[in-house]
């Protein structure tokens, strides 16, 4: 089986996208993890598949590099968007389903491509001694520390997904840094297994929980910087309430081929 493949970044979050409108693919876990590998395949934190969808003008269909079906990813949604415009599915606002339900997106530049996509409102947002966990399409621990660019994300993230109380379902780790123009942070992935370079659901809880603590009081938008690059967080507060959450940022090709599968 021979595959046609798209590689996309967003901030260094990369994804492999699959053109599979008619819905043909059929890939196992394994076929997935190695398709995502970085040294026997294509390299990728995650895998997406674009399908036809009677809802919206597309549906994005996510794997985590570990080969099993993953929950909303705003990188890789943004990404999904910038690939729908290249095929030609869409124009310049789009709405496409993903794990999470109906997302609405803008392209604002096509060269190069810079996507704003909506995000689910948030409301149960849990403050604990600290860290704060919430969900923004996938569940988040975020912890505010400093100097988080010497922080050893990976040993901290793994620690904490391992524990107890996330091992069986898994959460992302976000480590925040408040800086004087916006926020800094590192995230440990769920299905990743790893710090990747940037995570868009994990700069969205991340904003929204250095809201919620009052460490961020500039209001919207905020401006974040990951290890990949630079995103921006919009956001309405109002009755205990993110709406109007919206992730800014670049969706960038990188290659195209073809992969052989047994």
Excluded at 27 to 37: A, T, Y
Excluded at 91 to 96: A, G, I, L, S
Excluded at 143 to 156: A, G, T
Excluded at 214 to 223: L, N, R
Aim: hydrophobic share 35%; proline share 2%.
């Amino acid at each position: 089986m021979r595959i046609n493949f798209y590689k996309y970044h967003g901030t260094g979050n990369d994804f492999i996208m699959i053109d599979d409108r008619e819905n043909l693919l059929r890939l196992s876990e394994e076929q997935v993890r190695l398709i995502c590998d970085r040294h026997f395949g294509i390299g990728g934190d995650g895998l997406i598949r674009i399908l036809k969808s009677k809802e919206a003008d597309f549906e994005m269909v996510y794997y985590n590099s570990d080969g099993k079906l993953g929950s909303m990813c705003g990188n890789g949604g943004r990404c999904t968007v910038a690939f729908a415009h290249f095929l030609g599915m869409i124009k310049t606002t789009t709405r496409f389903k993903a794990f999470d339900g109906l997302h609405d997106a803008d392209i604002i530049s096509s060269s190069p491509y810079i996507v704003k996509l909506k995000m689910s409102d948030v409301a149960k947002i849990r403050i604990h001694s600290g860290f704060t966990l919430l969900d923004t399409g996938s569940p988040h621990y975020v912890r505010f520390d400093e100097n988080v660019k010497k922080l050893d994300v990976y040993s901290f993230g793994k620690e904490i997904r391992y524990s107890n109380s996330y091992r069986e379902k898994g959460v992302n780790v976000n480590f925040v840094e408040v800086e004087e123009n916006g926020l800094f942070v590192r995230t440990y992935e769920r299905g990743v297994e790893d710090e990747t370079l940037s995570c868009g659901t994990g700069v969205t809880a991340s904003v929204i929980a250095a809201v919620e603590l009052e460490k961020w009081t500039d209001g919207s938008p905020c401006a974040v910087i990951t290890p990949g690059g630079k995103l921006r967080v919009y956001f309405t507060e109002f009755n205990d309430t993110y709406t109007d959450v919206w992730l800014e940022g670049p969706a960038e090709a990188v290659f195209s081929g073809q992969i052989a599968l047994d």
